[in-house]
């Protein structure tokens, strides 16, 4: 068969193939990463007769991978630190939550009063409570959950330590104070994607990583605590 007969069937054969990807999205990081080496390979071979349209297509296939390759690490990253510190963060939304009831009681208890002070001061003390309860629901699952009730011994050991030590301690006081102005200004301007209520009633928080995809269920958010997680939890106090 002549050289130009052999080159035209390539052609052929690359204007009808096929991109599947949809088969590899939502697959696990394994699979999307074989996926995209054998694109890469196609599309590196020197003597590829491939058509300029399919090469097109290909590096759009490609550059989708690499996203939902992004997106599917990041969920196995948010699953291992979200397994780290499940039982600090179940903790401390539990003392926050309860803590957020006594805030609440207390306003109650300043409006019968009838004392603008006593009842700005109350009102107040409800919204910092609030924020408290919706930090631990939403603190990114991608990062290091830093507590929201550390522990003053910890800072005390911080004094004696090295440089790095006290700058690394800096860094973690700022990310709490960001994150609860975060909160805040979600709080603020009405896009806390769940209510404070669900939380408190015990229902599952489920965020995924755009705040505004939060759905819930009536599924209680963890085990009723028997009397040795009642003694852990006066840990955090």
């Known amino acids: 068969m002549a050289p130009k007969d052999n080159k035209r069937r390539d052609q052929q054969r ?62 196995i990253k948010a699953k291992e630190i979200a397994k780290k510190y499940h039982m600090v963060r179940f903790f401390e939304k539990k003392k926050a939550i309860r803590k957020l009831k006594q805030l609440r009681k207390q306003f109650e208890e300043a409006t019968k009063t009838e004392v603008r002070k006593d009842i700005k001061k109350a009102r107040k003390a409800v919204k910092q409570g609030e924020i408290d309860v919706a930090y631990v629901v939403m603190f990114p699952k991608t990062e290091k959950y830093i507590s929201l009730y550390p522990n003053p011994k910890e800072n005390d050991e911080v004094d004696s330590k090295s440089r790095n030590a006290i700058l690394g301690a800096k860094r973690t006081q700022e990310r709490r104070a960001q994150f609860r102005k975060e909160v805040e200004k979600l709080m603020e301007d009405g896009k806390l994607p769940f209510a404070i209520d669900d939380a408190i009633a015990g229902k599952t928080i489920r965020l995924d990583f755009a705040p505004q995809s ?17 003694e852990q939890d006066e840990f955090f106090e």
């Open 14 to 75: 690359g204007r009808g193939k096929s991109i599947v990807v949809t088969d590899s999205l939502n697959a696990g990081a394994s699979k999307i990463k074989k996926k995209i080496r054998d694109i890469e390979r196609l599309l590196g071979k020197k003597n590829s007769n491939l058509p300029a349209d399919k090469r097109i297509e290909y590096d759009r296939a490609l550059k989708a991978l690499h996203v939902e390759l992004g997106n599917a690490q990041m969920q």
């Open 214 to 230: 939060a759905q819930f269920t009536q599924e209680i958010d963890a085990p009723q605590a028997n009397a040795d997680e009642q």
